[in-house]
Nanobody, 124 residues
């Protein structure tokens, strides 16, 4: 069993930046791919980014490529999402998800463990 807790959300102006963190507890975080998903008001949850357990492979949705960077520190059991040049359309509840596999997936059903989410609001 893996427990995930997100933090780092908040209110930021367009063009600003935030860094989200996902802290894992329970079983060791190594060997778990981790992904970030988001759900905007009135919309379905969507994929944002994912990273392999080693950190050597990552994937991004086209909407965030070049602006968001996913990274991890396995010694700290933490995965990060650095978000730059934020836009109002990035406003959403951001979720961290994890699963024991080698290839980071982009689909919700590929992840067994989920956090409760951290809210990001981009507004002037």
């Amino acid at each position: 069993q893996v427990q995930l807790v997100e933090s780092g959300g908040g209110l930021v102006q367009p063009g600003g930046s935030l860094r989200l963190s996902c802290a894992a507890s329970g079983r060791t975080f190594i060997k778990y791919v981790t992904g970030w998903f988001r759900q905007a008001p009135g919309k379905e949850r969507e994929f944002v980014a994912a990273i392999s357990w080693s950190g050597g492979s990552s994937r991004y949705d086209d909407s965030v490529k070049g602006r968001f960077t996913i990274g991890r520190d396995n010694a700290k059991n933490t995965v990060y999402l650095q978000m730059l040049s934020l836009k109002p359309e990035d406003t959403a509840l951001y979720y961290c998800a994890a699963d024991r596999k080698f290839i980071p997936g982009t689909v919700e059903s590929e992840y067994e463990y989920w956090g409760q989410g951290t809210r990001v609001t981009v507004s002037s």
